[in-house]
């Protein structure tokens, strides 16, 4: 060993002595060094590099900064450090929600972990002030023991954090749990049955009270709360624990959206998509309430496409599609607010002219026929467009029913035709 080496392994045993100190020395230098020694100065170096990364690390730690950067994932001295600053964070969140009013779940260790011990009593604290632990020692006294205290604090953490109003009344309407949702729909109050902290959920309160009241169980009913604009579907169970008390879970989810996808989609059953116009199982539903309502004269208008089979063959479907939809936008836009055209088949269309006279009604019809015409003399298409129709008047008095009447019109309507031999061919 030459003098060079000699040199350098004391300045090791120097290094080596401060490192086991804790104290910040520089890192050994590789120059003058020869090469067998190279390997050991580098690994040295990165051992002083993670020592003072592990250091830092838990200083932070030890002064609750827990969110901070992450040690170099090679560094596995910091592998337990790292464990301890995420059990730490996750407490840290969980004793958060405790102090927001938030059920939080409980921890399941051995009895050597003081920790969490300490933190599932401060659980178990949250939980008698809740009101939640007497529930539980009922529903344990009536065979349903099962559950631990873990699991059924877990229980709770997620009945506290699903998007549904979930409440315990007993029999006389006391709230004896209520989750986070919950609290806030009921606004401060205690009893379902008194007025204290109400504020405009009258509607659902009362039909959470039906639920209670009915002999089969489980119950549903959906309501529309005016006060809050929302729709609620309310769930009711009925069971008793082991004291014999009844209890009551209702359940309320809030169905307003699903309410207002089911308006538009009846919405969209009323109306034919290609026209427009009301579908036939619309149209005859408004016929019959307007003959019932009484008033009059109505009238009743069948028409029928002339030569929509002479377009279909020769022009294709899409084209019958485009006369068809021709003819609907003028009968939609020749008509009144009050009046209703019906696509009552393939080519045939029913117009409700309401409190109209039959004269009236024959000025508009030949209105109609008239902008087609101008249609025809501008060789827009080249078929001509036309209809043929008949019209009938009508009302709560009238001596036919109504299908006799749509018979007649339809009877009508078919006289008109035959007496147009060649309607719509080339222009």
Same mark, same amino acid.
């Given at each position: ?22 104290? /910040? ?17 580098? /690994? ?384």
């Amino acid at each position: 060993m030459n003098e060079d080496d000699t040199k350098l392994l004391a300045e090791i045993d120097a290094f080596l002595d401060s490192l086991l100190a804790g104290g /910040k020395n520089a890192g050994l230098e590789l120059s003058g060094a020869s090469s067998p020694f190279y390997g050991i100065i580098e /690994k040295l170096n990165l051992l002083k590099a993670y020592l003072a990364e592990m250091s830092s690390f838990a200083a932070d730690i030890s002064n609750g900064r827990l969110y901070g950067d992450t040690p170099d994932r090679h560094n596995h001295f910091c592998g337990p450090l790292k464990q301890l600053r995420a059990n730490l964070s996750s407490l840290s969140y969980d004793i958060g929600e405790l102090l927001k009013g938030n059920m939080a779940a409980k921890i399941e260790v051995d009895e050597e972990n003081v920790l969490y011990k300490c933190y599932n009593s401060l659980v178990d604290h949250f939980a008698g002030i809740s009101g939640v632990s007497g529930l539980q020692a009922e529903s344990a006294a009536n065979g349903s023991g099962s559950l631990n205290s873990w699991q059924y604090h877990s229980l709770i953490t997620a009945i506290n954090k699903i998007d549904t109003i979930f409440m315990l009344v007993d029999v006389d309407g006391g709230i004896v749990y209520a989750n986070k949702l919950a609290v806030k729909f009921l606004n401060g109050r205690t009893n379902l049955h008194d007025g204290q902290g109400a504020d405009g959920n009258d509607a659902v309160l009362h039909a959470i009270e039906q639920n209670s009241r009915s002999s089969v169980f489980p119950i549903t009913r959906e309501i529309f709360d005016k006060n809050s604009g929302l729709w609620y579907k309310i769930t009711t169970y009925s069971f008793n624990l082991a004291n014999v008390q009844n209890y009551f879970l209702h359940i309320l989810d809030d169905i307003s959206d699903f309410k207002k996808t089911e308006e538009y989609l009846i919405a969209k059953a009323d109306i034919d998509l290609l026209t427009g116009t009301f579908t036939r199982r619309a149209g005859l539903s408004i016929l019959n309430k307007l003959s019932a309502e009484g008033g009059g004269p109505h009238c009743l208008t069948m028409l029928d496409i002339d030569g929509l089979k002479y377009v279909n063959d020769t022009y294709g479907h899409m084209e019958g599609d485009e006369y068809i939809k021709i003819v609907a936008e003028i009968l939609k836009t020749s008509v009144r607010a009050t009046e209703a055209v019906i696509r009552y088949g393939g080519d045939e269309f029913l117009v409700l002219f309401k409190n109209c006279a039959p004269e009236l009604a024959e000025k508009i019809m030949s209105r109609m026929q008239g902008r087609l015409g101008e249609m025809n003399s501008k060789k827009m298409k080249p078929y001509t467009l036309s209809f043929s129709y008949g019209t009938r008047p009508f009302g709560k008095d009238s001596p036919i029913g109504l299908g006799e009447l749509i018979s007649t019109v339809d009877e009508d309507m078919y006289n008109d035709k035959k007496n147009k031999p060649g309607a719509c061919r080339t222009t």
